[in-house]
């Protein structure tokens, strides 16, 4: 059974920077390298909504509104999906997770996700 640990979330004042991280496990590296993968966040009192993704190959693409603030990266390695998060913005507050990209595949159980504030 898949499992997902996101981990690295916090509270910033607007302008900061936070990464994120989400290992994968209880799949083999080999499979692991074949997913296309995303980072999806949930605002209270909003659907959850997917920010950014990264193919099997690391092609990126991302939501409008992180364009040029987020980056998103995967070491296939160690089976973990990062996100480098830049000039947040209290908008950005939210709890983060990450999973398949949805587009492509059904989703796996979710992990807890990880709490990102931002907030003078």
């Known amino acids: 059974q898949v499992q997902l640990v996101e981990s690295g979330g916090g509270s910033v004042q607007p302008g900061g920077s936070l990464r994120l991280s989400c290992e994968v496990s209880g799949l083999s590296r080999s499979l692991f390298i074949i997913h296309f993968m995303a980072w999806y966040r949930q605002a209270p009192g909003k659907q959850r909504e997917l920010v950014a993704r990264?193919?099997?190959?690391?092609?990126?693409n991302y939501a409008g509104s992180v364009k040029r603030r987020f980056i998103i990266s995967r070491d296939n390695a160690k089976s973990t999906v990062y996100l480098q998060m830049n000039s947040l913005k209290p908008e950005d507050t939210a709890v983060y997770y990450c999973?398949?990209?949805?587009?492509?595949?059904?989703?796996?159980?979710w992990g807890q996700g990880t709490q990102v504030t931002v907030s003078s």
């Open positions: 999973n398949r990209d949805s587009t492509y595949a059904s989703l796996w159980d």
């Open positions: 990264i193919t099997s190959g690391s092609d990126t």
